[in-house]
């Protein structure tokens, strides 16, 4: 099925299966139920799990397919969300034109980049990779402030040209942004029982543009491109002996990255047509980073689900608070319900980096393969508990 064996396209399917029923599957608890604060099946969120697994899945050819760690992913990703409301103000508010650009943008950039720091490898490779962010950053945020708007970030007014498409609308707000006329905003709620699911456009234009990237990476992983990535990340030095030069490679799958990173920021401002200077910062590429050891480095899916992961965390764990969990605990006898209450809320609310802390450090410590290989082992544990029992049943009564 389009060129992918039976293994991937299988997990192709598993994957397009669940970004398309993500409605569904994220919104598990009634409504009025105490448990409905888990639910993630809410437009924006579902919006980000999808546009940070696209982050992921770039970052993920640079660093588990090719081996290197780059700490500035976050200045592409910066890069495309500016190049996308530019286009919102100078063009139309049509999305497409602004991914394309976004794309475009941040390959070049990356381009620029790579070819400087690739001349390094190792820990001087991500310093260099982390120094050129911060300084996109410091850039954005104070130097470059006619483009970027400095502190308060670029966004749409009503000022803006838009040479192919109306600068207000009939009642004078600011155009929303659309698909040929299909506005991102625009959302169906439906009720089933007690259940209530939201499809958004915007989520799955986002969705479908994930499964087309997904479908991408999982080509360049097969390929023989593919295959001279792993050969550097195993042992470069090696390939240098047989007389090949690997950094045609290493730049390539640093501007293929790049350019991951760049249509994940041009989506963020497709969907919300903002752009700060916030998105460049080291945390942020750290943060993707965290996604793709956490899901499973080098792995097809591990990225994108280190992202829904991370995302999940720091949207809906952070919002439970003190009050929650009194209301959890109600039922225990006061001293102990209050000291139960003040040791979690250390982990939730606020303190939720550190429930991801502890994860992280127990997924590094015991699934050094992330959830992929935590997955990967429940699967071989059922897969002998059912072939041991179907040597009992044939084994011939003595």
């Known amino acids: 099925m389009f060129g992918l064996d039976k293994k991937d396209g299988t997990l192709l399917i598993i994957v397009a299966i669940l970004t398309m029923c993500a ?38 050819i640079l660093f588990g397919l090719t081996g290197y760690l780059s700490f500035g992913h976050a200045a592409f990703l910066g890069v495309g969300s500016y190049s996308a409301v530019w286009m919102f103000k100078l063009l139309s508010m049509n999305i497409l034109p602004a991914i394309i650009l976004s794309v475009i943008i941040a390959g070049l950039f990356a381009l620029v980049i ?33 483009i970027t708007n400095g502190e308060t970030g670029l966004q749409v007014t009503l000022d803006d ?56 990476s999982i080509r360049i992983f097969r390929s023989p491109f593919g295959m001279m990535l792993r050969a550097i990340k195993s042992n470069q ?7 090949l030069n690997p950094k045609p490679y290493t730049l390539a799958a640093f501007v293929i990255s790049g350019m991951y990173a760049g ?13 700060g200077a916030e998105r460049m910062q080291w945390t942020a590429s750290g943060e993707v980073v ?28 952070s919002k439970i608070n003190e009050a929650t969990l009194h209301g959890w605990f109600d039922f225990l006898p006061e001293p102990l319900e209050n000291a ?23 997924v590094v410590i015991f699934l050094p393969g992330g959830l992929v290989e935590g997955g990967q082992r429940i699967g071989r544990l059922f897969g002998r508990k059912k072939a041991a029992t179907k040597a009992a049943e044939t084994k011939p009564a003595e």
Request: with cysteine.
């Open 23 to 60: 409605p569904f599957i994220l919104n598990p608890f009634p409504a009025d139920s105490a448990m409905a604060q888990f639910n993630a099946g809410y437009p924006d969120l579902m919006q980000r799990f999808v546009i940070f697994g696209i982050f992921a899945i770039g970052f993920n």
């Open 114 to 146: 790579g070819f400087v720091s690739l001349r390094r490898s190792g820990i001087y490779f991500s310093i260099l990779t982390l120094a050129f962010a911060q300084m996109s950053f410091a850039l954005a945020y104070s130097v470059l402030t006619p």
């Open 290 to 317: 965290l996604m793709t050891i956490l899901g499973g480095a080098g792995t097809l899916i591990g990225p994108v689900l280190g992202a829904g992961m991370i995302k999940y965390f720091e949207n809906i764990f």
């Open 161 to 216: 040209p838009r040479i192919l498409g109306m600068s207000a609308t009939a009642d004078g707000s600011i155009p929303v942004t659309n698909l040929f006329g299909l506005e991102m905003r625009a959302a169906y709620d439906m009720a089933v029982g007690p259940w209530s699911f939201t499809f958004s456009a915007g989520y799955y234009v986002c969705a479908v543009i994930l499964l087309i990237a997904f479908y991408l």
């Open 263 to 275: 249509l994940a920021g041009g989506l963020l401002a497709a969907m919300d047509p903002l752009a």
């Open 237 to 243: 030095t090696r390939m240098n002996y047989t007389g």
């Open 340 to 362: 139960t209450v003040w040791v979690l809320e250390h982990f939730v609310g606020a303190g939720w980096h550190l429930t991801l802390g502890v994860i992280f450090m127990l």
